[in-house]
């Protein structure tokens, strides 16, 4: 058994008894059905927009080769700079060789998945580099030295009282359960940020091709702050991102949002096409963009798997999923969690050490039936498994098992032939660590139903 899937086994087990989690798990999301089925309410047609979505996603992403050289084009013609990741180190390279010639001291960070997947915070620290992220979920989850454990709600595990517990540990101000002056405490902090730091990171939403810019969604304003007062921008952006057109995003602003937080539209929804021009007051003076493909096109290169590349990380597949609300974000250890997450991430970052989370599934559906932009998701898991399975990624033992039943499957002499004293001696000895632990060992019937079925049935006259 690999080092990941051990210690995967090992914190689910952990995690699915703690009930204190289960009861924060459950109030979070509680509030966040809620709000999603009043934001349903909004919509005539909500099925008609999902379709929608799902076609002008699946064109996009069958295109994308075209659809990014538009990005660049028109991004570039405004003074854009785009830079083409293939992977990590990549990026990282890039960003690198920026904050050297900013002579960057200091960085203020916007919510953004795609830096977490290049661990771009650690990364910075060892060069020296003060980043601060700015969107209150991150920020807390950044104090706490702990990844994001949603991707949308980074802090979902963390009660109102932990966040006070840990601003008093960290911050040193008195403990209160005043939730307004928790956040004042972190605005107040992260104000002066901003005007300190000489490069600015974000994401993106999405990545417009038609106008040459990147849409930004958020709550909190902090994303705006972060992209136009330091001098230097970054986005750090997967590759598919894209969306055609910015009038597209009259159907994938309000599904994003009423599928992510159950709002009609978020907040603050900023399109950025580039840095300051001659005849504007602010903005950065240099805007890059990084299309990161980091194993995106492994993914793109499978034609009934590439459907995952649709998603518009809006979080609905990990909300809705009874595994994830059992065993939590963190056990997942990857950046992606939730059935979206065991989809990707063995494409993304290896099939060999992740493809067990393609098994972490109860395949009841849930996650397929809330997707805005209608991916398939539980197929996609069962497609997982058929690649490791058609890869020979298979454990020894399970394989094995798996040759004795298909034999005895295909032999009812055979089957016949072994007593129900040896069949439940095996049951036993298989299934001690796994099955047995917590529920009734199965045991095989005396006599099976075709030995009772040749004896009782009514002769042929
Ligand atoms: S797979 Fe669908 S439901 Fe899950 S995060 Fe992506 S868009 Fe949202």
Redesign the pocket.
């Known amino acids: 058994m690999g080092t990941k899937l051990k210690q995967f086994l090992q914190d689910s087990e952990t995690k699915a008894f703690d009930l204190e989690h289960r009861r924060k798990i459950r109030f979070n999301i509680g509030k966040y059905n809620a709000a999603v089925q009043n934001g349903m309410m909004a919509y005539q047609h909500h099925e008609l927009a999902r379709e929608r979505a799902s076609f002008l996603k699946t064109q996009t992403i069958n295109n994308l080769d075209k659809y990014l050289v538009e990005f660049e084009n028109n991004f570039t013609k405004r003074g854009g700079k785009v830079i083409w990741a293939q992977n990590a180190e990549e990026a990282l390279r890039e960003i690198g060789a920026i904050m050297k010639r900013k002579r960057a001291k200091s960085v203020v960070k916007s919510k953004s998945m795609s830096t977490e997947e290049i661990h771009l915070n650690d990364f910075l620290e060892k060069n020296g580099i003060e980043t601060v992220e700015t969107d209150l979920g991150e920020y807390i989850v950044q104090l706490a030295g702990q990844r994001p454990y949603h991707?949308v709600t980074p802090a979902m595990h963390m009660s109102k009282k932990d966040i006070s517990e840990l601003f008093t540990a960290k911050l040193g101000i008195p403990l209160t359960d005043d939730a307004q002056q928790l956040v004042l405490t972190a605005r107040n902090l992260l104000r002066e940020k901003y005007t300190q730091a000489e490069v600015g990171i974000s994401g993106a939403n999405f990545l417009i091709a038609d106008i040459g810019g990147i849409a930004v969604t958020e709550n909190e304003g902090n994303a705006r702050l972060s992209t136009t007062f330091p001098k230097t921008h970054i986005a750090v952006v997967g590759i598919e991102k894209l969306i055609p057109s910015m009038v597209d995003l009259d159907l994938f602003w309000p599904l994003l949002s009423t599928?992510?937080t159950g709002q009609n539209v978020t907040i603050y929804n900023t399109i950025l096409t580039g840095p300051r021009q001659p005849t504007e007051k602010d903005g950065p003076e240099e805007m890059y963009v990084i299309l990161l493909d980091n194993g995106r096109t492994n993914l793109l290169a499978q034609p009934e798997q590439r459907e995952?590349l649709?998603?518009?990380?809006?979080?609905?597949?990990?909300n809705v999923c009874p595994v994830y609300k059992n065993i939590g974000g963190h056990t997942y250890e990857t950046t992606y969690s939730?059935?979206?997450g065991s989809?990707i991430t063995p494409h993304l970052a290896g099939f060999e050490e992740n493809k067990h989370l393609s098994f972490a599934s109860s395949l009841c559906g849930a996650?397929t039936s809330?997707?805005?932009?209608k991916?398939n998701?539980h197929n996609l898991l069962l497609l997982n498994r058929k690649q490791s399975v058609d890869e020979g990624l298979v454990d020894k033992n399970e394989k094995l098992a798996f040759k004795f039943w298909a034999k005895g499957m295909q032999n009812r002499r055979l089957l016949n032939i072994v007593p129900a004293s040896l069949k439940n001696y095996v049951f036993r000895h298989v299934q001690k660590d796994s099955w047995s632990v917590r529920r009734e060992p199965l045991e095989a019937a005396p006599k099976s139903f075709n030995e009772m079925w040749r004896k009782e049935r009514p002769k042929k006259s």
């Open positions: 991707i599928s992510g995952a649709n998603c518009i990380r809006c979080g609905a597949c990990l939730g059935p979206i989809v996650c809330v997707c805005p932009v991916i998701l």
